[in-house]
């Protein structure tokens, strides 16, 4: 299967900047689309809200909170994939979750996958 793992989350002031890096690894034949989620304090995991995405020919999108404020961007020989978030707020504070989904290698064939990683604190203090 495809691992996903998160980093670069932390505890940064208002208006301060982090870099959030989402990282792939496996027999991955290709990724398509990746997402960045974020869940705030008290919300389930179904209340998770769709950040950003970029898709396999860098397209993106952003939920209209973050837009001017994050970039997202890919490389795909390294298959990492990051969020850039500046002028950051104290409501930008949750978990924030990698979804990656492509297609990877198995033995006998080609597959497609769909996974998350655990997560990353960011924390934006007043």
């Known amino acids: 299967q495809v691992q996903v793992v998160e980093s670069g989350g932390g505890l940064v002031q208002v208006g301060g900047s982090l870099r959030l890096s989402c990282a792939a690894s496996?027999?991955?034949?290709?990724?398509?689309?990746v997402g960045w989620y974020r869940q705030a304090p008290g919300k389930q995991r179904e209340q998770r809200e769709l950040?950003?995405?970029?898709?396999?020919?860098?397209?993106?999108n952003y939920v209209n909170s973050v837009k001017g404020r994050f970039t997202i961007s890919r490389d795909n020989a390294r298959n990492t994939v990051t969020l850039q978030m500046n002028s950051l707020k104290p409501e930008d504070t949750a978990v924030y979750y990698c979804?990656?989904?492509?297609?990877?290698?198995?033995?006998?064939?080609?597959?497609?996958?769909?996974?998350w990683g655990q997560g990353t604190q960011v924390t934006v203090s007043p």
């Open positions: 496996g027999r991955i034949r290709r990724i398509n689309d």
């Open positions: 950040v950003a995405t970029i898709a396999s020919d860098n397209s993106t």
């Open positions: 979804n990656a989904r492509g297609i990877y290698y198995t033995t006998w064939d080609l597959r497609n996958f769909d996974s």
